[in-house]
């Protein structure tokens, strides 16, 4: 009975900041992985960060380096994407997921509902 909430997605600027925040309820098990993943309308998901929960290891992909940043607060189960320097290609939804292993895009073990993220130009 795992249960992800997405929040703190919106509309922004471009060069603007959002923080997106993913509260976990329910027991996790053996999920050492929380991550972020994001669907752009009429694209398919795209791995967006991820981090271990574990020893912290972090992962992003090339687009968002140097831009956002994937933290966790193992005591609360909760995870956060701190994203800066938005552009109107990062527009999509938004979701937070769990699993033991970093996934690539949908084979994910746990999701949330996600939460939409608007970049304007």
């Known amino acids: 009975q795992v249960q992800l909430v997405e929040s703190g997605g919106g509309l922004v600027q471009a060069g603007g900041s959002l923080r997106l925040s993913c509260a976990v309820s329910g027991s996790i098990f053996s999920s050492d992985v929380m991550g972020w993943v994001r669907q752009a309308p009429g694209k398919e998901r795209e791995f967006v960060a991820a981090?271990?929960?574990?020893?912290?290891?972090?992962y992003y992909v090339d687009s968002v380096k140097g831009r956002f940043t994937i933290s966790r607060n193992n005591a609360k189960n909760t995870v956060y994407l701190q994203m800066n320097s938005l552009k109107p290609e990062d527009t999509a939804v938004y979701y937070c997921?769990?699993?033991?292993?970093?996934?690539?895009?949908?084979?994910?073990?746990?999701w949330g509902q996600g939460t939409q993220v608007t970049v304007s130009s």
């Open positions: 981090i271990k929960r574990s020893d912290g290891t972090t």
């Open positions: 997921a769990a699993d033991q292993v970093v996934r690539s895009r949908s084979d994910w073990l746990y």
